[in-house]
């Protein structure tokens, strides 16, 4: 299994802050406080301390971050530095950000928690809490909570952050077209926003680059699909900005 790196971005944890405060107040209390070669030693340990907090508590520290395996000219560098930068996504260890490498259920949802800034635990292995914050917000199935380490199809890629980011995306027969599959559906609505070309399949394996650039897309862009008729005329007050669709589609075979 890949490495994950838990933290990114320019971030600076509670337990760092207070390795630094406790090595600054011992260096005070043992006088190193002025003389060049007394702020060397202090530089140095300030260093260690950083490298060895950082370790103890998963921090990266690092802002603007680039990836060798992501070049100027890439079509994914863009939302790469972006999900980067905001913390979303981080690279996989040496400098990467295994680009080309499948997207995984669990690493899916820990990108969705961190776009939309769940609050979640980082008590229990990597992206278990937010597989089952997924789920329980109704954004992963059962299958997938079930089973979060498989790969993920371009479809369920966006199927899925279509729901987390409250995209709505109407079933094909609300507007007279042939029936679709919930995944090819959202291919078929991410192809219309101008997110995915026109050559894009909805079975397609959707690799780590793949999902950033969605990520990027949706969280800073506003995708609204015109709504069907029966939707329109239902006037329908939805407080809680629930998923309706299936119920369309059943009401729409009412003669």
């Not at 790469?80 to 400098?95: I, L, P």
């Not at 961190?114 to 789920?135: I, K, M, T, Y």
Request: hydrophobic share 45%; glycine share 8%; proline share 4%.
């Amino acid at each position: 299994n890949m490495v994950q790196i838990h933290t990114c971005g320019a971030e600076l944890r509670r337990g760092s802050k207070s390795a630094i405060l406790w090595l600054s107040l011992l260096m005070e209390f043992m006088g190193w406080r002025t003389g060049r070669q007394s702020k060397m030693r202090f530089g140095k340990l300030v260093s260690a301390v950083l490298i060895g907090a950082s370790l103890m508590t998963g921090t990266v520290f690092a802002s603007n971050m680039t990836f060798s395996d992501v070049p100027a000219d890439s079509v994914y560098y863009d939302a790469v530095e972006f999900v980067s930068n905001q913390g979303v996504a981080c690279g996989t260890g040496g400098g990467v950000f295994s680009v080309d490498a499948p997207v995984t259920t669990r690493q899916l949802a820990v990108m969705i928690a961190r776009a939309l800034d769940w609050d979640v635990a980082h008590d229990s292995p990597f992206g278990d809490r937010e597989v089952q914050a997924c789920f329980n917000r109704g954004v992963f199935s059962v299958e997938m909570a079930s089973d979060p380490d498989t790969q993920v199809t371009m479809g369920t890629l966006y199927h899925v952050l279509f729901q987390a980011f409250d995209v709505d995306i109407y079933d094909p027969t609300l507007y007279g077209y042939e029936y679709q599959t919930p995944a090819d559906t959202a291919v078929s609505a991410a192809k219309y926003f101008g997110i995915l070309p026109d050559t894009a399949k909805s079975e397609t394996i959707s690799v780590r680059g793949d999902a950033a650039y969605a990520a990027w897309k949706l969280m800073t862009g506003t995708y609204v699909l015109l709504e069907p008729e029966l939707v329109q005329a239902a006037m329908i007050d939805n407080l809680n900005d629930v998923s309706l669709n299936a119920y369309w589609v059943e009401t729409d075979k009412i003669p």
